[in-house]
């Protein structure tokens, strides 16, 4: 009985692959745009090689556009409510300086530290970093102890407070469980960018840049190599994979 | 007549016994049932948010396994230092010990998200979380003291309690340290974030174990119609004056070096004066009533001869002590996280504003389930089991020299 | 009086015994076995008996596979459970009692806590909006394949 089922998944991935080498030469210019190494089939692993980043231009990012926010709801599921219970992956953050008055307005999210406090002080290790530099929760030994939101330095955390139902088939989310900011995971493993950056895109903002920071020639470590870029909480030496310019 | 109103005694009427009994099983029925219901609706019904995480049943499971291990101390004065008069109360120290880390965890556990998924957190363990580690302290606690009591009270296994009683020692420092960094490895929050914690919350669960065990002691032997040795009494109110002055000492070198450092100065300002609930708990609930007024009973020329002013006493540290850890773990995320110093915050999502929080009933019916069933354990150790402290007075003379 | 607590106890065993014995029989004999609907396509992605068995080993393993390191193989993914199970009626595997998982599951009762977080019914199927930049066409192509046509939905837009 195993002998044929494992049979089948060597057949099955074969197909893929070569599947995914026709696909691939097809398109090849496409792929190219983006750099091959991102092109991941999906038998393949999340790689290490990778680190999925995001750069923030906060002189860019509209005062009182609220795009990012709404994209992220729909693609995630979320109410879009903001009471004191209720989840948000991602907020948009008002800052005025107190020397001289100069506010910035910008996007706060999971800021997927390379040393994640969350991940550190989870209990079971449901709070994990996928290889490629993700932070996620894994809900299915997330045991709702809300320790990783008292650890999380950006607040970017929620405790999702009531029963849920018809979520998203592709973001499961459920009563008793924290989670957060997943950089779009499931759109990130089909090449896509976040929802959030692709609405910032298409508002014509273009104030967040998504891609792979170990990639030299990725756009987003472009940028980072010609403007200067800054950590939120540098002091804390977390890593941040999410990095903001202009303020 | 003398015997009617034992509680520790088989031969007794068991009135009382029922009654106390009762009265405990009915808050710990409240509280399961309290439990149910969040099971059922989640947490939206609790006062309990995404800035204020850990609420009411944290401060009364984090009182009680922190006082847990205190009331252990009694027990190890007794072995580890051998002094008889605490070797004598040993057994009670250690039964309570496990009947308050028994209420402590089942709060703690009770509020979780999914408390149907305990076996995970019993299987799956991350090393470098410290509260993993605490999770394999509470076990062994249980295992080590529950040994221990038995090396107690087994007379053929006595000669092996003083090893075991040192273990459980060690053991229950580690334990303190740990509780206490589950709040002092929280890097980025700055009413935590201190090494302070550890040895704080260690000095802190000497006061407050030994305020329960005072109060636990004194009602013993009210019931038994025995008076305490006043010799005895005297000793165990000037550990405890000592213990309480530790503890003032800690909290006041805790916020001095916070005070110093001009990062910590908003904190600061809100806790000791601008923030409201949390200001007023912290000095006249953790500084006057479990700190100075205390003091000032214990150590005044009355309580030599008044095991009632001492019980007193007790009382107003164990209310002291959860006061602070009200202003602890719930004012430490009333004061927003500054994720930009020296700008001015604000969004959807409460940044830059202090947190709200208002408990509800089932956060109370949750944390007092706790010390319901603390009490219901002891009260039936107490019946099952000789805990009464059997003194040896010609010791305690030579223990005097 | 204690030979009449004795007897009475034995009846009592005996009658929870023939209550226990009657379920068991009827159960063996199949009289209320759950009705499960046809799911999509000619077969299941392993034999049916194999599937019976081991579902939950295969769910699990690509639970871990998927959640931790980012495999998206569709092939035992409980996405596609749902794409195929799904009840023409309810849309859902799992809303009434007749619908697969529910159907099994509560015969067997044993209970799952799958649908506290993922969505009983089948994504919508993605609208070509080609906007999404231009890797994310190579891999549409790659979705287009016949093997992979119902594997990469993109949920809910």
């Not at chain 1, 210019?29 to 680190?51: C, D, F, I, T, W």
Request: aromatic fraction near 10%.
């Amino acid at each position: 009985m195993n002998d044929t089922v494992e049979n089948k998944v060597e057949e099955r991935r074969n197909f893929l692959k070569t599947g995914a080498v026709v696909a691939a030469a097809t398109v090849a210019p496409g792929v190219l745009m983006y750099g091959v190494a991102h092109s991941r089939a999906p038998e393949e692993a999340a790689s290490g090689n990778v680190r999925w980043g995001m750069l923030i231009d906060s002189s860019k990012c509209g005062d009182g556009c609220n795009d990012c926010v709404t994209a992220c709801n729909t693609e995630n599921g979320l109410s879009g409510e903001t009471g004191p219970q209720d989840t948000q992956y991602i907020r948009k953050l008002d800052i005025k300086d107190l020397r001289n008055g100069r506010v910035h307005s910008l996007p706060m999210l999971c800021q997927h530290c390379e040393n994640p406090p969350c991940v550190d002080v989870c209990p079971t290790g449901a709070s994990m970093k996928r290889a490629d530099g993700i932070v996620l929760v894994d809900r299915h030994i997330c045991i709702g102890c809300r320790y990783c939101m008292m650890a999380c330095p950006y607040k970017a955390r929620s405790f999702v407070h009531e029963p849920l139902t018809d979520q998203n088939p592709e973001v499961p989310r459920g009563k008793g469980c924290v989670e957060s900011c997943t950089f779009c995971v499931q759109r990130v493993d089909r090449d896509e960018n976040p929802a959030c950056v692709d609405a910032c895109n298409s508002n014509g903002h273009m104030a967040m840049l998504f891609g792979d920071l170990n990639d030299p020639q990725s756009p987003v470590s472009l940028a980072m190599q010609t403007q200067p870029s800054t950590e939120v909480r540098a002091d804390l030496r977390l890593n941040t994979g999410v990095r903001y310019q202009g303020i | 007549m003398a015997n009617e109103n034992c509680i520790n005694q088989q031969e007794c009427k068991p009135t009382q016994f029922w009654a106390l009994l009762g009265l405990g099983g009915l808050v710990v029925l409240s509280s399961l049932y309290a439990f149910f219901t969040l099971e059922h609706h989640g947490h939206v019904l609790t006062g309990m948010n995404n800035q204020i995480v850990w609420g009411l049943p944290h401060v009364f499971a984090v009182f009680l396994i922190v006082a847990a291990s205190g009331v252990l101390n009694v027990a190890s004065i007794g072995s580890v230092f051998g002094k008889k008069l605490y070797k004598a109360r040993a057994p009670l120290s250690g039964m309570l010990a496990l009947s308050m880390l028994a209420g402590g965890l089942a709060v703690l556990v009770l509020d979780l998200g999914r408390p149907d998924r305990l076996v995970v957190a019993m299987t799956y363990y991350n090393f470098k979380s410290i509260f993993a580690w605490n999770m394999i302290f509470y076990n062994g606690f249980f295992a080590i003291v529950g040994l221990y009591l038995i090396t107690l009270m087994d007379r053929n296994l006595k000669s092996y309690s003083t090893t075991v009683g040192f273990i459980a020692f060690l053991w229950r420092i580690a334990l303190t340290t740990a509780t206490g960094s589950i709040f002092g490895f929280l890097v980025a929050r700055v009413g935590y974030n201190s090494a302070l914690m550890a040895p704080m919350f260690i000095i802190m669960s000497f006061a407050y174990g030994l305020a329960v065990f005072l109060l636990v002691q004194t009602v013993m032997y009210k019931w038994n119609n025995l008076a305490l040795d006043e010799r005895i009494l005297i000793r165990m109110k000037n550990l405890l004056g000592v213990f309480i002055a530790a503890s003032l000492y800690f909290t006041v070198v805790f916020h001095l070096t916070n005070l110093y450092f001009a990062k910590q100065w908003e904190f600061e300002r809100f806790i000791l004066l601008e923030g409201g609930v949390y200001t007023m708990v912290f000095w006249i609930g953790q500084i006057i009533i479990g700190g100075i007024l205390p003091l000032l009973l214990l150590f005044s020329p009355g309580a030599r001869h008044s095991t009632g002013m001492v019980m007193v006493a007790a009382l107003l540290v164990i209310l002291g002590g959860m006061s602070q850890m009200f202003v602890t773990i719930v004012g430490g995320q009333a004061y927003p996280l500054v994720l930009f110093p020296g700008y001015q915050e604000s969004s959807t999502f409460y940044d830059g504003v202090i947190n709200t929080y208002t408990p509800t009933i089932w956060e109370y019916m949750l944390g007092m389930g706790g010390v319901g069933i603390a009490f219901v354990l002891t009260v039936i150790a107490v019946r099952a089991f000789k805990f009464l402290p059997q003194d040896d007075f010609k010791a305690l003379e030579t223990d005097d020299a | 009086m204690a030979r009449l607590a004795n007897w009475l106890r034995l009846a009592a065993m005996m009658v929870v015994s023939a209550m226990l014995a009657v379920t068991t029989f009827s159960a063996a004999a199949g009289v209320d076995l759950p009705k499960l609907e046809k799911g999509k396509g000619d077969k299941c992605v392993e034999d049916t008996q194999y599937m019976r068995k081991n579902h939950m080993d295969l769910l699990k393993h690509q639970r871990d596979d998927t959640m931790r390191r980012g495999i998206r193989t569709t092939k035992h993914s409980l996405k596609q459970c749902v794409e195929c199970h799904a009840s023409s009626n309810t849309g859902s595997v799992a809303s009434s009692k007749e619908d697969f998982c529910a159907a099994c599951h509560s015969y067997a009762s044993v209970k799952l806590d799958c649908w506290d977080c993922h969505a009983t019914k089948p994504g919508v199927k993605p609208i070509k909006q080609g906007s999404t930049g231009q890797t994310s066409n190579a891999r549409s192509t790659l979705s287009s394949s016949p093997l992979l046509a119902s594997g990469m939905n993109g949920g809910v837009k």
